[in-house]
């Protein structure tokens, strides 16, 4: 591919002034985001879930690592991921087996050790694409198996964005409009921050309603600043350590599935803005590996699964900047930004309705991504096989929601809704015969596989 006209590969000819701005917007774009990922599963594991200081350590961290493991061409930044969103719910209420007589924050290293081996499947799809090649290996994971799974995945979270808007019907009908305003109608940098403006002025409704003494359905506070109050402006992130059992991994493993095809698409819708061709150079291998070691160590030391973020390529589409340092220098600030507690705590407070109005467009449109995908693909549902793999993984995705329990050698082990959709898509995909995909075929399908707000590919952006 050419270098576009008029855009900017080397940013130090900006100066350092314009560089550090740069590298802010793209903090901005992703934080609104980042942040709400922790809080979701705050309010899954009853306050005892993700720390918003150790996710923003772990973005910034991992993005360091990936650009490291991508010869630093890539322009991406790695941000939470969404997609393990229902895995954690689901972990957070087993109580089966040894997770009968836990804790909320007992459960939660057990989450994240399952996403440390989802980690490793990416890294086990790189070696594979690193040896037999990209088509090949995508050839059985066409879209008739990861859009039904992205589909599955935000219908799964649908009712908990419900009951969180029903704790303050107002406050979440603010956020809810307020998300669907700036995407729609915004202009500039403002339409690719949706969620942040939902964040900021749903708080701010949310201050005034509580100054005026107004209160939850429950009759409770809509705000407690208690623990700000106590919090230092200094402070080491609360790292804690992942822990491995059978259960949880089935839970969080599969879901890699989709967020790998999600991976595939971003990687390629940044190759489409920036005009360079980087699932060649530095390939497609690389930037898995990346994803893959910036996952495992995130959810290591207590963070959530990490993904390349296309609200930051919609960014460089904005700023035609293309050098990937200012997205390096908006990964220093998230780091440096994490050793503020004081600002996290405030974040924490977030009331849960604002959480269920942002939730609203959120959960839906991971789903309606899928459907993007399997329409932007073209799969062809006049063939049996196509039709058989989608129906067996929307029923499975949504119809096993207590998951399926049983004793291997004594032990309880949980598959999950998700777990059993994505095991029986791909080994149908597998053994029947009529798979026609090919990656690299249809651009535009393949790009698709994103999920984010704003399309990085869009021709009116201001």
């Known amino acids: 591919m050419k270098e576009k006209k008029n855009a900017i590969y080397d940013a130090r000819t900006l100066g350092a002034g314009k560089m550090a701005l740069l590298g802010f917007q793209h903090l901005f774009a992703m934080f609104g985001a980042t942040i709400l990922v922790p809080i979701l599963v705050n309010t899954y594991f009853h306050g005892e879930g993700l720390s918003v200081q150790v996710t923003l350590f772990m973005a910034g961290f991992g993005t360091l690592l990936f650009a490291l493991c991508t010869k630093f061409k890539v322009p991406a930044f790695l941000g939470s991921s ?18 009968a007589n836990m804790s909320y924050g007992e459960k939660l290293p057990y989450a994240c050790g399952g996403i440390v081996v989802a980690g490793i499947l990416y890294m086990i799809l790189a070696l594979i694409i690193r040896f037999i090649g990209t088509e090949r290996a995508m050839h059985f994971l066409p879209p008739v198996v990861t859009g039904p799974m992205i589909i599955c995945i935000g219908l799964s979270l649908a009712p908990g964005a419900v009951n969180n808007v029903k704790t303050n019907w107002p406050l979440g009908l603010i956020a809810l409009a307020t998300v669907i305003i700036f995407n729609i109608w915004g202009r500039g940098i403002w339409k690719i921050l949706p969620i942040l403006m939902g964040v900021i002025i749903s708080y701010a409704a949310a201050l005034v309603m509580n100054g005026l003494g107004m209160t939850n359905a429950d009759g409770s506070a809509i705000l407690d600043f208690t623990k700000v109050a106590s919090a230092p402006f200094v402070g080491l992130p609360p790292f804690k350590l992942a822990k491995f059992d059978i259960t949880a991994i089935l839970v969080m493993a599969p879901i890699a599935i989709a967020t790998m095809m999600e991976h595939i698409g971003d990687i390629s819708a940044i190759s489409a803005t920036t005009e360079k061709n980087f699932v060649e150079d530095p390939g497609l291998h690389r930037t898995l590996l990346g994803d893959g070691l910036a996952t495992c160590i995130a959810a290591l030391f207590g963070g959530p ?18 050098d990937p340092k200012v997205i390096h220098l908006a990964a220093i600030y998230a780091i440096v930004l994490s050793f503020v507690p004081k600002v996290s705590d405030i974040i924490g407070s977030m009331p849960t309705a604002i959480i269920g109005g942002i939730s609203f467009v959120l959960y839906g449109m991971i789903s309606a991504i899928g459907i993007r995908n399997v329409v932007e693909n073209q799969v062809d549902f006049t063939k049996s ?78």
Do not use: H, Q
């Open 385 to 462: 096989r196509n039709l058989i793999i989608a129906a067996v993984i929307l029923v499975s995705g949504l119809g096993f929601s207590g998951g399926l329990t049983f004793n291997i050698g004594g032990t309880s082990v949980t598959l999950t809704s998700l777990a059993i959709a994505a095991i029986l898509g791909v080994v149908l995909n597998a053994i029947l015969p009529g798979n026609d995909y090919t990656f690299g075929k249809n651009a535009e399908g393949d790009v698709s596989r994103g999920a984010y707000f704003t399309n990085p590919l869009d021709e009116d952006r201001e």
């Open 305 to 322: 699964a990490n993904t390349t973020y296309g609200e930051n390529t919609g960014v460089l589409e904005l700023s035609r900047v293309y």
């Open 82 to 99: 969404f997609a393990f969103l229902g895995g954690f719910a689901t972990v957070a209420e087993l109580d089966t087996g040894i997770y």
